[in-house]
DNA sequence: GAGGCTATCTATAACCT
DNA sequence: TAGGTTATAGATAGCCT
């Protein structure tokens, strides 16, 4: 609607697109007036410029428009409402996902060490019974040497070294939200 | 723009406000689209019918506009905004610090069991030398009932016992937001 | 840059199916 | 009631000041 036809796309020119936007602008907020005059309709219009000024339309109170579509959109079901928040909402996911695989993995590696513990205290009570000897202190010596074995493999495992897992991440900062 | 000029005024005719509000309806989001596509603005719109509906549009998120919007009017910070979220980002700061609480102790166990491990292969080297016996092996007995001992105490310190930690709350719908 | 002009393009009121 | 058509009112791109 104008002199020429133009595609939709972003005015590269500067002074082109600073005029279009103040014309449009007012036109589009005059198309809301329309609107919600003509069919009683309740309207809320923000407008950024990209020098972040403001304009906005409303009919009504803007906030009280606003409260109302956020309680609106809040009823219908709250996984639309997850993606609009989505680039914020997906990093902590993420960090809890990261908590919650490294809770597993030092319970797994906690339940081996326990295991470890518990062989090790059979071990100790046979070596403290009387009897032990010869024969019988051979066998426990064989105990204890697998014993050892078996952490070693865990060990080479990564699941029992002392760096066992990827830092977290643990930086505050990164949950701060907006 | 029709077949006739038409006074911006509620449309008295139940049909014709509900056809004119769907075809202008259409109309005005077309136009915000084409305006923040040509002049790069950020733009929410929303618009409710008479009878409850929602109609919207935004270029970008819209809720992250309504906020820049508040904050640009408000100027109040951006605690308001915190606040606006809180309810549910308190419980998700609280759910993440609670799995960190609980890393850290898994990982003091860990270290604890660790050293028990580590004390024990020690003992186990002392009780497979040739030498071992006589004074000898009874200072390894005594080792050994030490080490149980400790053992014993930590475990009544709930460090050590087989549920140490009060249960994650790893359900994953108790993180999604709004 | 802001405001005005006008040829031209768009949106849409009234009508039709 | 919804969707399509068309004459016409309205919006605006390119210019000019």
Redesign the interface.
């Known amino acids: 609607m104008g002199r020429g036809k133009?595609e939709?796309?972003?005015?590269e020119n500067n002074t082109n697109?600073?005029v279009?936007?103040c014309k449009?602008?007012n036109?589009?907020l005059k198309?809301?007036?329309?609107?919600s005059?003509?069919?009683?309709?309740?309207?809320?219009?923000?407008?950024?410029?990209?020098r972040?000024r403001?304009y906005?339309y409303s009919n009504n109170n803007i906030?009280a428009?606003?409260d109302?579509?956020?309680k609106?959109?809040?009823e219908t079901s709250?996984a639309c409402?997850?993606q609009?928040?989505n680039a914020q909402?997906e990093m902590?996911?993420a960090?809890?996902e990261n908590?919650?695989k490294?809770?597993i993995l030092?319970?797994q590696?906690?339940a081996f060490?326990?295991s470890?513990?518990a062989e090790?205290?059979r071990l100790?009570e046979l070596?403290?019974m009387p009897a032990a000897g010869g024969q019988e202190y051979s066998a426990?010596?064989q105990y204890?040497?697998r014993?050892?074995l078996q952490?070693n493999m865990m060990e080479g495992q990564g699941v029992?070294s002392?760096d066992p897992l990827p830092p977290?991440h643990?930086d505050k900062k990164s949950?701060e939200?907006?």
């Open positions: 133009i939709i796309k972003r005015i697109r600073q279009t936007f449009r602008r036109g589009l198309k809301a007036y329309e609107l005059v003509l069919c009683e309709a309740e309207i809320a219009l923000i407008v950024f410029s990209t972040g403001v906005e906030k428009t606003i109302r579509y956020k609106a959109t809040a709250n409402t997850t609009e928040l909402h902590i996911l960090e809890t908590l919650q490294r809770e030092l319970e590696e906690n060490l326990r470890k513990i090790n205290e100790q070596s403290m426990i010596q204890l040497a014993n050892m952490l029992s002392y977290p643990h949950l939200l907006q």
